[in-house]
């Protein structure tokens, strides 16, 4: 798909039909149109696939509503949904989308159609057979989050210099933790890394004053989503 403002966004690929993973099916909480509110596509409009399901359970979760429930949807529906928005970026989250085995074919049906797709993962998941052309931004689970013990280190290895890493700061304990990590694993000399405050548990002036006095090589980034409509589901 050409990347200019005029260009229209095929709700199929190019080369027809998509045949057997048409109808890959996959459980799905949503799919909604908003503003990006994190990672490198902060505010550009964008759909959000939002999977059903999550092997963790994270103290600050903003998402549980996302656990259980949903609908199945086959590949083939939600790309003709996705394309009735018209717009260049697509999300995939969830709950965790890669617990969902499909969520692979959904990845690469939608990255073949065109868009620019981005994956928000718990860290906690392998990620080495997501599409290459896919941008996956992994989320390394704090102390505070109470599932720290998952994150698969080794994966982060993997992840390509246009990448991001995402570190939810919950208090100073997270923050040092995250701040010494990033030091032993020289995170911030290879891909994006993002320090988020807990939308309810820590002032975002706070976490700016501690990467400015460190001297840190992190993005400070405020979800905007939360400043625009709290914690409002679809949103």
Known sequence: MPATGSARFRRTPPDGPLGAVARVR????????????????????????RL???PLRCEYCDTAYAFTGGEWWEIQRVLERVGEFGTRYVCVTGGEPLAQRACLALLTA?????????????????????????????DVKTPASRESHRNLYEQLELLRAEEQVKFVICDRADYEWSRSLL?????AARVNVLFSPSHDRLPARDLAEWILADRLNVRLQLQLHKYLWGNEPGR
Do not use: N
């Open 110 to 138: 939608l990255a073949d159609a065109g868009y620019r797709v981005s994956l928000e993962t718990s860290g906690a998941m392998p990620i080495d057979a997501v599409d290459p052309r896919v941008i996956r931004v992994v």
């Open 183 to 187: 030091e032993r694993l020289g995170l």
């Open 52 to 54: 059903t399901g999550c």
């Open 26 to 49: 996959l459980k799905l909480t949503e799919i909604f149109h908003s503003l990006q509110g994190e990672a490198d596509s902060a505010g550009w409009p964008t759909v959000f696939v």
